[in-house]
């Protein structure tokens, strides 16, 4: 299968090195801030900055794994992994005032993460739907079916590009918001600022990762059409 083209990781391959240098920072500042302690925990950070800006319907929650954090808009709740939830330091209390963040945008309706909302679906119908309609174009020949997966696909880069500003976007109101509620005094928030900014990568990794991969899913379309 094309998946398997050696010629594909050398057309995403710094797209992988982004990511795998993103996820090195992640964890390596992550463990940093880990080591600075906070008065409040991450639960109480989420918690201090919803109440404050008069979202107390919306949930502050844990979730299992490591680094899992993360809010659902359709259930108005914000899920902290263990970590991050119970723990006292600038690590925890900066990714928890990123999902804060997150809640804020919703509740003030930031125009990006509405799209998101909807491009969600669509993306994760393209990502499934779209490759399977590419690889059995190709299989069988049916150019026009493998165009429909490209097509597909495309709502996959739609979602990377448009989620890139909301997270840079949260990223920015937990750094403020931080420091406005006295959680973090601004000569410690260089920490945060370094979890959060090595986070941000992880997305301009993947949002890389799926333009490069469009553009090897139009070539090798376009060169099989032209065949």
């Known amino acids: ?60 929650d844990v979730t299992p794994g490591e680094l899992t954090d993360h809010y ?4 108005r709740i ?3 992994s263990p970590e991050v939830y119970r723990g006292r330091s600038l690590a925890s209390v900066g990714i928890a005032a990123h999902e804060a963040g997150h809640a804020l945008q919703h509740a003030f ?6 799209i998101t909302q909807i491009a969600y679906p669509a993306a994760n119908f393209g990502s499934s739907l779209g490759i399977l309609a ?15 997966g490209v097509y597909l696909f495309s709502a996959v880069v739609v979602f990377q590009v448009v989620n890139l500003p909301v997270e ?29 900014n090595a986070a941000a990568w992880t997305y301009v990794a993947a949002t890389l990762q799926a333009i490069l991969t ?7 379309v376009s060169s099989r059409d032209r065949e």
């Open 214 to 220: 469009l553009l090897y899913y139009l070539l090798l």
């Open 134 to 148: 590419l690889l059995i174009g190709l299989g069988i020949g049916l150019t026009w079916l493998a165009w429909a």
């Open 1 to 60: 299968m094309f998946i398997f083209d050696p010629i594909y990781l050398i057309f995403v391959s710094p797209a992988i090195i982004l990511a795998l240098w993103a996820q090195f920072r992640v964890r390596s500042t992550y463990a940093q801030a880990r080591q600075i302690p906070t008065r409040l925990s991450g639960a109480e950070t989420a918690r201090l900055i919803l109440d404050s800006a008069g979202l107390t319907d919306v949930g502050v």
């Open 168 to 196: 840079f976007n949260a990223s920015r109101r937990a750094k403020q918001l931080l420091v406005e509620r006295g959680i973090v005094p601004p000569e410690e928030m260089p920490y945060v600022n370094r979890v959060l």
């Open 109 to 114: 309706g930031y125009a990006p993460l509405m």
């Open 78 to 80: 914000i899920r902290l």
């Open 72 to 75: 659902s808009p359709g259930e």
